[in-house]
């Protein structure tokens, strides 16, 4: 693979998103896109978005559902060996359209959707700690040169939430979770944004209410996991925050990855800054505890 862009999105259903989800194509031009949260079948994944896919180059794979999760991976640096799902992972109680990997040019390439866990003491939590497992052990077998992208719904640090004190008894930031995402990581997956901005602010996720995003009060849930001969390749790394604002926005930011070549330059992990200061931790809380 050469100079490659790779973005992961978790869209918020991507029917709602088609009005944001193909100018953004066409403006960022990225190579592989990981989507999350496609909230479609395959085959009205297909109908609605097929023709303008084609028309962009891209081949696509689709794991979906009516109504909820789905996963996708469009690629034009080839689209090889397709699995939808993880093998051996749990369902609730079915098997839920949580991932899709497949083959873009060489690297391994999965599209993962990681259940939200709901409340620490709740049978969703321990579902999200096994699936989890079973995403790990379906990585540890698979190719040396791998990219994990997506919506994993843990805060590896407590740097990537606005206010540790604002998640107190609340799941994406518990010492299990933050355990499950290191075992996979334990297998040489590098974090790459943080890896690239270490002392930086950046956040993919901001929920819709009580002016949020407009405040940043954040979650970095988004993630780009990358095999080391993978991340030797990646020369920028950021948050497009641009996607997350105007009409229509998922709540969710994409997180892009340029390997081999910047064609933007290494331009930070957030873009464009806050639009307003944000208020002194401690103080605010998140909307759903209001």
Known sequence: ???VRVATWNVNSVKQRVPRLLPWLDQRQPDVVCLQETKLADDAFADLLGAELDARGYRFASHGEVQWNGVAILSRAGLDDVV????????FPRPEARAVSATCG??????????????????HYQYKLAWLAA??????????????CGDVNIAPADADVFDPAAYVGHTHVTPP???ALAALQALGLRDIVRDRWPDERVFTYWDYRAGMFHKDLGMRIDLVLAATPVAARVRAAWVDRHARKGTGPSDHAPVIVDLD?????????VVPPPSARSPKRGTAKLPQSR
């Not at 939808?84 to 369902?91: D, I, N, S, T």
């Not at 060489?106 to 049978?123: A, F, K, L, M, Q």
């Not at 995403?135 to 994990?148: I, S, W």
């Open 106 to 123: 060489g690297v391994r390439v999965h599209s993962v959707y990681v259940p939200n866990g709901r409340t620490p003491d709740s049978e």
């Open 1 to 3: 693979m050469g100079r």
């Open 177 to 179: 979770e933050r355990a």
């Open 135 to 148: 995403l790990r052990d379906q990585v540890r077998d698979g190719p040396t040169e791998a990219l994990v």
């Open 261 to 269: 070549e910047a064609p933007d330059g290494d331009i930070g992990p």
């Open 84 to 91: 939808r799902g993880v093998p051996g992972a749990p369902g």
